[in-house]
């Protein structure tokens, strides 16, 4: 499909330059390619995230979202793998983890560079081999995700100090998205707001402040 026949991305800036990137990503949206989104927190990673997979080819699919950063190491590799029954205290029943939650979907990794050194060999080897090993268990599972990533890290500074293996963010980095901080697009900060009010059922009231009429009518109880 040619980019003139494409539908447009769903998402879109008032800042010409964020808004031609925006576009881009409707093609990016229909392959099956990794997609890594850097930036500060607050720029709306997450919501790229879904926007990508409801306008890719699995959108009939699950969209499942693990935060790499909330867990323990342990909760962490059962979040992601599952784990069997007696694999560790706590584990009373066998447990499918967000890879097979999000077969035939998009599994969403947030905060990918919080992930343990250890768990992102695991993490590589599942997406080199499209198969996971649950905690505890004696068999490999085969896997059918499409992944997106986010961080809000420097993750070439973190390979360089020895923290985020290279191999993997080598596999993650297939196409990098880089949504700009909000300060350097200023032009979407009213959209965003009233975004934000409609979904958080709020309203916003201003009322402007009269200090020297307060000043004045001071003056008149003094």
Known sequence: MSRKSQPPFPIKSRNEVWNEELQTLSNVAKTEFPVLILGPSGTGKDVIAQALHENSLRDKGPFVSVNCSALSETLIESELFGHVKGSFTGAINDRKGAFEAARGGTLFLDEIGD?????????LRALENNEIRPVGADRNVRTDVRIIAATHQNLSEK???GLFRSDLYFRLNVVSVAPPALALRMEDFEELLYTFARKMRV?????RHRPYEKASMAGKHS
């Open 203 to 207: 309203r916003f009231s201003f009322r």
């Open 115 to 123: 992930l343990s050194y250890s768990l992102q060999a695991k993490l």
């Open 159 to 161: 390979i360089r100090e």
